[in-house]
């Protein structure tokens, strides 16, 4: 009877200790950053960095079926903490090896289920985990970011009136509206990442990694409106054809919950990078490091660099014997274009097929041809192709064209992000590998990790890039282009297409089709080559002009795409940012501004100390203020001791060559 009643007394005991409120506090390595988990009657969590309130306490739960609710009156069984201090090998990035030192706190409930907490000394992240071994349907996930204050964020909202009644159907392509949290739109929907200014230049970027299996976070106002709560696209049910050509898939009926999916699984973090210097921001390596490492076991095959693009330009070649178009003879000039600048693929965009079946082709175009011309000039093939006719026999496809000897894919107007198209990418990429295809994922949601898990992903549009502002005078490009190195390149590779050589001032910039032209100088475009993080990076002019311009092609060919090391100089988000990038011995250095013309110094103390350094450096031209391709080329030597001020003109920008 004593044993009896002993053993009641334990488990009341530890059914009191279980129900009761507790609290966690988890730091980052450096002790800078905090935090601080509650679990109540719900879980919130805040985060802090040193005496600033990054995040004010915000709840997190998961809804499954038989409204199961993994977050509320949660019972915890026991936690466990954790020192990780690793480095992994990151090929086709920025660097090509990643620091991941972080403290761990996992916290073990009632019900088959954990949340995973990591402290960085550049930011916080969690997630949960479930070990349910039925499948499980989520309902609804509870992701909230609350602030203590009413600051200014830069955020991108979900703006595409094509269709108006679905705001989830998205070409994830915006400027960012600089507003206080209060005066979010009311009952709009903007996508990730997004930035919180804070005090004393401290700043937050908020983000998601590894999705897989699960639809993209979305947020809207809060009730409270002191922050942000998140909004998810339920499961699609029905599709229809619609949107550009009639060929993208359109949600005509969604289910009531997110996926169904495996009862035993790891959901996608969601992640916080805060910094006391936008430069860092620059040179952030967050989403990389909460990924899953790659599924390729020989990558050997994978060739970044750099691809003559046909589409921005309009297929506009001349001084020539035979009519430009969508044919052998004009795609044979930018093979030979590539193969003399040393470029190594040539993308063939929409014409080369039937949209709607990409294994018809246009009958002016003779692929074979085509394939067998370029690997006898050492350059490669890529095909584009709408989502929509890839998918309709993605397997099927890949083989017949690797077969040929075609070597990726450039995959378009997938505009969504639920969890049937989040799904859809992951099997693109693993029959691409199977193939030993490329990927270029345009029309696509930002990246969130699966370049690390799939690294034959080499790039993502996501971005407001050079191909939608060639239409757009309206846009304020110099301003874009300064902000998304410190808030989208965050969450990975932009296909961003850079490399216009008819490059114009504020008033006189023109929307043009088929002579389009560029916001800022030339050296602006220049620079964006370093700048802008794309293993797969388009040049996106025609090859006539960049015959005419042929200092300025001979220096963009000599830019690798991927990088040993990365050093982000100087900046501030918006103004201007200045980024160099070493391959093998050789160092890469750009720098632009906004519309504002602004001195900047070149600091060189990133080179090796005691010895001298050749640099070939590309500056805005005294007139260019007027006529922005005007640009003044030099060679100078230097070493980790040289400071060098430059004027960069309105729109304006430097780029150098330094080894």
């Known amino acids: 009877m ?6 009641l007394f334990i488990l009341l005991f530890n059914a009191s200790f279980s129900q009761k409120v507790h609290d966690f506090t988890l730091a980052s390595p450096n002790g800078k950053i905090k935090a601080s988990i509650l679990i109540n009657e719900k879980i919130t969590w805040s985060v802090s960095h040193e005496k600033n309130l990054i995040l004010a306490p915000s709840a997190v739960s998961l809804t499954l079926d038989h409204n199961e609710i993994l977050g509320k009156n949660a019972t915890l069984l026991n936690s466990k903490r954790e020192k990780v201090n690793q480095t992994f090998e990151s090929p086709f990035y920025k660097k090509s090896s990643v620091k991941n030192q972080y403290n761990l706190l996992a916290l073990n409930f009632k019900n088959d289920f954990s949340i995973e907490y990591r402290a960085f000394d550049d930011g916080v992240a969690y997630r949960f985990i479930t070990k349910k071994k039925k499948e499980i349907t989520v309902k609804a996930e509870e992701v909230s970011f609350n602030f ?13 009136l094509r269709n ?26 903007a996508f990730l990442p997004f930035l919180i200014d804070f005090e004393n230049h401290k700043k937050a970027v908020f983000l998601e990694a590894n999705l897989e299996d699960y639809p993209g976070l979305f947020v809207t106002n809060s009730k409270s409106k002191s922050g942000f709560e998140a909004r998810f696209s339920k499961y699609p049910l029905q599709e229809t054809n619609g949107g550009f050509n009639n060929i993208n898939r359109l949600i005509t009926e969604r289910a009531d919950y997110l996926v169904k999916t495996k009862g035993t699984r790891n959901f996608p973090w969601r992640a916080i990078v805060i910094s006391e210097n936008d430069k860092d921001l620059a040179n952030n390596d967050m989403v990389q490091k909460l990924s899953e490492p790659s599924k390729i076991k020989d990558v050997s095959w994978i060739k970044p660099g750099k691809v003559a693009w046909d589409w921005w330009n309009d297929w506009n070649i001349y001084n020539i014997d035979f009519k430009a178009g969508i044919n052998t003879q004009t795609y044979k000039y930018y093979i030979d274009f590539a193969s003399k600048n040393k470029v190594e693929y040539v993308v063939l965009d929409e014409g080369w097929s039937l949209e709607e079946d990409i294994m018809k082709h246009n009958p002016n175009v003779n692929l074979e041809a085509l394939i067998a011309y370029g690997k006898d000039r050492n350059v490669g093939i890529i095909l584009w192709s709408s989502w929509m006719a890839l998918t309709k026999n993605t397997a099927g496809i890949f083989k017949n064209y690797a077969d040929l000897g075609v070597k990726g894919f450039k995959v378009d107007f997938l505009d969504r992000d639920d969890a049937k198209m989040v799904n859809s990418v992951y099997d693109i990429a693993q029959k691409a590998a199977d193939h030993k295809l490329l990927l270029d994922f345009h029309g696509m949601y930002k990246p969130t990790g699966i370049q690390r898990t799939f690294p034959n992903i080499l790039n993502f549009e996501g971005v407001k890039g050079l191909e939608n502002n060639k239409w757009t005078p309206n846009d304020d490009v110099p301003l874009y282009d300064t902000t998304i190195p410190f808030i989208r390149m965050i969450a990975g590779p932009m296909d961003y297409t850079p490399g216009a050589m008819r490059n114009a001032t504020k008033s006189e910039f023109r929307p043009s089709h088929s002579n389009p032209m560029s916001q800022g100088t030339r050296c602006h475009q220049l620079a964006l080559y370093t ?37 982000a100089l100087d900046g501030e988000v918006g103004k201007f940012v200045s980024i160099a990038r070493k391959k093998e011995s050789i160092w890469y250095l750009g720098a632009i501004t906004n519309w504002d013309s602004r001195d900047i110094t070149i600091d060189f103390s990133f080179l090796e100390k005691g010895k001298n350094f050749e640099a070939e450096i590309f500056s805005d031209g005294l007139n260019a203020d007027k006529a922005a391709n005007d640009y003044k080329r030099e060679t100078l030597t230097v070493d980790s001791t040289t400071k060098l001020k430059y004027r960069m003109a309105s729109g304006g920008g430097i780029a150098m060559i330094i080894k």
């Open 531 to 567: 700048i802008f993080e794309a293993p797969l990076q388009m040049m996106a002019d025609s090859p006539t002009a960049y015959m005419k311009e042929q200092e300025s092609t001979d220096f963009i060919a000599k830019v690798p795409t991927v990088f040993d090391e990365t050093v």
């Open 148 to 160: 203590d204050q009413d600051y200014n964020t830069l955020i991108p909202y979900v703006r595409d």
């Open 2 to 7: 004593k044993i009896i009643l002993f053993s």
């Open 164 to 189: 108006p009644k679905d705001p989830y159907i998205s070409s994830f392509e915006a400027q960012y509206e600089n507003k206080k949290i209060s005066e979010f739109s009311k009952d709009t929907l």
